[in-house]
């Protein structure tokens, strides 16, 4: 029993969410008209588990018998989740309520999508890691397709379902095959483990399983063809949240699982890793040249995106990791800015998600282009926005780690990049036309959004901020 | 029986799940052949858990089977849901998104 409380105690970041998420249903439940409560109740419940996250940072000790790890990686990642699921709260209010489907059920699901992902990221078991993955696919599934009415959403949330179903077979039978040549799911035994089973054929199926498995979950090449059309049909809103929260929880568990539990450098593992990064990063970015849909064209670039991280992951040593943590944490940042001037263009039925859409938007809207310009700049890696110390860290750890190619690649594919991003700064700019937005977007998004921009331009320029943190609790 | 006849025929119905998944046309079949390769798994976990006399694995069975039937829930909403849109459940039908 007193174990149990200390556990609790321990996790408290996790619990309280779950809590909050447990309330928030109840409310929901308890008569009509509740929606406002619960969203509420869930941007509270958001705030309160990022700053004992915060709070957590350098303690990192392990509860549930060897279940759970609790601050360290876990709270960094559970920073992440929470402020990509108050971005995406936020956004969805005024998005919901412009198209007149405000749920509470909505709110709900995406506190306990973030539960999922915290679960992903805290799990030192692949029972959790199981779990969270599916706590998590479960409320997504929903939310691609919460606008049921809508064929595209109906179209897109089964495509999500049934290729996320088929990938969970894979998970699980890696899982299942890695427990049958180790003898535990525990990360600890598996790592003890590693050296002695790491050419057994039934462990390397079941390490190949879990790339499958997790390179659809991050839209990796070749199992990235999900991504476009189910960002393209789901609420903007989610789209921002799954491009940011699901890949960074991905990658919380991959890098846990293949950096944490196995110790892949220089092995055939690493290879696939890097075959799989060099094609995410070229088709990627070469696909998203020819998209005219912003929402495709920017899903393409999360696939390209995922391939640049990849690379960390398979350069296998610490500054891949530093890489992958601080990329997650300002990709966030970026894309659900992007994201969120997105969600206040655009208009009902889908429409104003072109590039031409945007044609004369600076002179109309000289501040939401001037942060749309900001998170584009970032992404495409320009200096002296943060998207160009996580590319600079990723592809430094892949040159260490003598994937030089790998690297050379990268560098030749972000100048790719560079062009279908600056395409949507030069319409906005240079271009005459009237684009502008229906109605001006709802105060606290639009505060949100700016801060996104500002933290965006001060990692960039002091990118010791987050390398710090993450300095204490590296897995290699 | 020893250990390889059960990975043996479980990897026989992991296998028919993932071609039925890749070959069938209608959302129900491909949804029933996860489930198949899902229970396979199962039958490895226990096989593996029977063998090695750890009881992680049976354990882990009962998680599976309690998300395969969130998993059913949700999936079954969503087909549903498109039936209503369009009154058809073939995949080759669905394709106003571009794969």
């Known amino acids: 029993m007193e174990t149990l409380v200390a556990d609790i105690w321990r996790s408290t970041p996790l619990v309280l969410l779950t809590l909050v998420g447990l309330i ?51 709270a960094f990642f559970g920073m992440i989740f929470t402020a990509s699921a108050f971005g995406t709260l936020i956004l969805s209010r005024s998005y919901l309520r412009r198209l007149h489907t405000e749920r509470g059920e909505f709110y709900v699901l995406i506190v306990f999508a973030a539960i999922g992902m915290m679960l992903m990221a805290s799990a030192i078991d692949l029972i959790i890691l199981f779990l969270g993955i599916e706590v998590m ?55 003890a483990a590693f050296p002695a089973v790491s050419n057994q054929p039934l462990f390397l199926l079941g390490a190949a399983m879990l790339v499958i498995a997790f390179s659809f979950k991050v839209a990796a090449v070749p199992f990235h063809m999900w991504a ?45 890793i890097a075959l799989a990064a060099a094609a995410s990063m070229i088709i990627g970015n070469v696909v998203a040249i020819s998209q005219s849909n912003l929402k495709r064209m920017l899903a393409y670039s999360s696939i390209a995106h995922a391939g640049y991280m990849l690379s960390g992951i398979s350069a296998a040593n610490r500054e891949g990791e530093t890489g992958i943590l601080f990329y997650l944490a300002t990709y966030t940042l970026m894309n659900l800015g992007a994201f969120g001037v997105l969600s206040w263009v655009e208009q009902k039925d889908d429409t104003k998600l072109t590039f031409d859409d945007y044609a004369g938007f ?10 749309l310009s900001i998170f584009l700049f970032s992404l495409a890696g320009i200096p002296p926005f943060a998207g160009f110390f996580g590319k600079y860290y990723v592809f430094l750890a892949a040159v260490k780690a003598d994937l030089t190619w790998l690297a050379i690649i990268g560098v030749l594919t972000s100048v790719v990049s560079v062009y279908y991003y ?22 606290m998004a639009f505060i949100a959004v700016t801060c996104a921009a500002i933290l965006v331009v001060l990692f960039g320029i002091y990118p010791s901020l987050i390398v710090d943190l993450t300095k204490e609790f590296l897995n290699i | 029986m020893e250990l390889q006849t059960y990975l043996l025929l479980s990897a026989v119905t992991f296998i028919i799940g993932v071609v039925g998944v890749l070959a069938r046309r209608n959302a129900i079949i491909v949804f029933m052949s996860i489930e198949l390769m899902l229970n396979s798994v199962n039958l490895t976990l226990v096989a593996f858990s029977a063998y090695l006399g750890d009881v992680t694995g049976q354990m882990l069975v009962f998680f599976v089977m309690t998300v395969a039937a969130a ?6 909403a969503i087909i549903i849901a498109l039936f209503r849109n369009k009154q058809t459940v073939n995949l080759d039908d669905i394709n106003i998104l571009k794969w």
């Open chain 1, 24 to 74: 928030a249903l109840l409310v929901e439940g308890s008569g009509k008209g509740r929606a406002a409560a619960v969203y509420w109740i869930s941007l509270v419940g958001t705030i309160a588990s990022f700053v004992l996250s915060f709070l957590s940072l350098n303690t990192e000790e392990a509860a549930f018998n060897d279940m759970i790890l609790q601050g360290g990686y876990a």
């Open chain 1, 137 to 191: 696919s479960i409320c997504l599934y929903v939310l691609v397709g919460f606008l049921r009415t809508k064929l595209t959403a109906n179209e897109s949330a089964l495509k999500y379902f049934l290729l996320g179903a088929f990938t969970t077979g894979f998970l699980l039978y890696g899982i299942a095959l890695i427990y049958g040549t180790v003898g535990s799911t525990s990360f600890r035994a598996i790592s």
């Open chain 1, 228 to 272: 476009p059309d189910v960002y393209e049909g789901a609420p903007t809103p989610i789209t921002a949240f799954m491009s940011t929260g699901t890949k960074a929880a991905a990658f919380a568990a991959f890098v846990g699982v293949f950096l944490g539990a196995f110790q892949i450098a220089g092995s055939k593992l690493s290879e696939v």
């Open chain 1, 362 to 371: 600076s002179a109309q809207q000289p501040f939401l282009a001037a942060l």
């Open chain 1, 422 to 443: 600056l395409r949507l700064v030069m319409m906005m700019y240079f271009q005459p036309g009237g684009a502008t937005v229906e109605e001006p977007p709802a105060q």
């Open chain 2, 71 to 76: 998993e059913a829930a949700i999936g079954l």
